[in-house]
């Protein structure tokens, strides 16, 4: 990811948490640190998922970026496009 930051500045991202289990102690750290240093860099972060606790990581990930976020359904696969896109 960083190379694609350094390559186009703001990127956008889709992160299909479907069959995502979490992270362990040291993996969420890393992606902690990860986000803090590249806060501006994410304009767009979608989140599909099936389950009600990867709809709330969409919300706890929000502190830690000044992307706009937002949580699909893994239904709803044409809305993601669009809206990664832009509005």
């Known amino acids: 990811m960083k190379r694609l930051i350094d390559h186009h500045g703001k990127i956008c991202v889709l992160f299909d948490t479907r069959d995502f289990q979490g992270w362990n102690a040291g993996a969420l750290w890393e992606d902690i640190k990860f986000n803090v240093g590249h806060f501006n860099d994410i304009e767009r972060l979608i989140m599909v998922g099936e389950k009600k606790w990867q709809e709330w990581m969409s919300t706890f990930c929000k502190p830690f970026t000044t992307a706009k ?11 993601t496009q669009e809206w990664l ?3």
């Open 69 to 79: 976020i937002r949580y699909f359904e893994q239904d709803e696969g044409d809305q």
């Open 85 to 87: 896109v832009g509005e």
